[in-house]
């Protein structure tokens, strides 16, 4: 069975103090790894896409990166406004899109 | 370009009551998604729409949840009679391309609580 698993389920963090999110995997032929973002109230907002083991991407201060069995999401510097649920999701090899998410990880970062 | 539309934000029901939820996807988006979101969870799928039909309902409740996509546009889901254990964000998202692995754009969400 295809399954995501998101570690910590909360960070906090000191403004400036860099840390990583994990999203562990197992799913039947990976055909896409995502990252969202999710503010309180608000519907997931799209961060990236990953497609194959050893691939990276970055925008500001988070940057992407994926193996085999797992992605990490990695916060340099993070200021408040990032504060928010980050939520890992995999696409597997049915041809339907859809998307299997984790439980997220929530972050919390303090001035 | 204006993001997925979703009403009513929020609505709270008694337990074996009717509700309706309304979706207006991205314009020139074919796959709509309906998503359900339990506190302290990720979304899980509902049902998918390519154009008009249905692609992947295979979680969607379907003693009491339907859903249609009218004219390939605009999506309702339907919860008749409601459980507790519906209370959740319903999400709708819409996918613009036709690789599966094209961004899926996702809107505000529908609180729902049944009482």
């Known amino acids: 069975e295809d399954q995501v698993t998101q570690s910590p389920e909360a960070l906090r963090l000191q403004e400036g103090e860099s840390s990583s999110l994990n999203c562990s995997y197992t799913?039947?032929?990976?055909?896409?790894l995502f990252w969202y973002r999710q503010d309180p109230g608000k519907g997931p907002e799209f961060l990236f896409t990953l497609y194959s083991a050893g691939e990276e991407k970055e925008k500001e201060r988070l940057k992407a990166t994926l193996t085999k069995k797992e992605s990490f999401l990695h916060i340099t510097a993070p200021k408040p406004e990032d504060s928010a649920t980050y939520l890992c999701?995999?696409?597997?090899?049915?041809?339907?899109?859809?998307?299997?998410f984790g439980q997220g990880t929530t972050l919390q970062v303090k001035p | 370009e204006a993001g997925v539309a979703q009403s009513p934000r929020y609505k709270i029901i008694e337990k074996r009551q009717s509700v309706a939820f309304w979706c207006n996807p991205i314009s020139g988006h074919a796959t709509l998604y309906w998503y359900q979101q339990i506190l302290g969870q990720g979304p899980k799928l509902l049902i998918q729409?390519?154009?008009?039909?249905?692609?992947?309902d295979s979680q969607l409740p379907k003693d009491r949840f339907s859903a249609e996509r009218l004219k390939g546009v605009d999506s309702t889901l339907k919860i008749q009679p409601a459980k507790l254990e519906d209370s959740a964000v319903y999400l709708c998202?819409?996918?613009?391309?036709?690789?599966?692995?094209?961004?899926?754009?996702f809107g505000p969400g529908t609180r729902l609580t049944v009482l």
């Open positions: 799913v039947s032929g990976l055909r896409g």
């Open positions: 998202a819409s996918r613009k391309g036709d690789r599966v692995t094209d961004t899926q754009y």
């Open positions: 729409f390519q154009n008009n039909g249905v692609v992947d």
């Open positions: 999701a995999v696409q597997a090899g049915s041809n339907t899109g859809k998307l299997i």
